[in-house]
């Protein structure tokens, strides 16, 4: 096991008259990330209940190749573009341990 893998789990709530906004803007994030060095998954799911609740689950290769990743540029734009429509966010970071 490599104990340099970096799981993020983002969890992001987005203010109900934006979903469809945002959702979009998280699609873009997939393909120019999962191109990055040390991205080895980045997978968005929607909850079935909460429409409004979307979460990106991530592994790297390293914690220092996540954040070359979290100062990229398309993840910049992302940020500008959604500011005023995400009504909460919490970032974990996580090691595998069995």
């Not at 980045?42 to 979290?70: A, P, T, V």
Request: with cysteine; charged share 30%; glycine share 4%.
């Amino acid at each position: 096991m490599d104990n340099n893998q970096l799981t993020v789990i983002a969890r992001i709530l987005v203010k109900p008259k934006k979903k469809e906004f945002v959702k979009n803007e998280l699609l873009k994030l997939i393909e120019p990330t999962r191109k990055e060095e040390g991205c080895i998954n980045y997978d968005l799911h929607q909850d079935n209940e909460n429409e409004n609740l979307f979460l990106f689950y991530e592994n790297w290769g390293s914690r220092e190749l996540w954040q070359k990743h979290i100062n990229s540029s398309h993840i910049s734009d992302y940020r500008k573009a959604t500011e005023d429509a995400i009504e909460e966010f919490t970032l974990h970071e996580m090691t595998l341990i069995g």
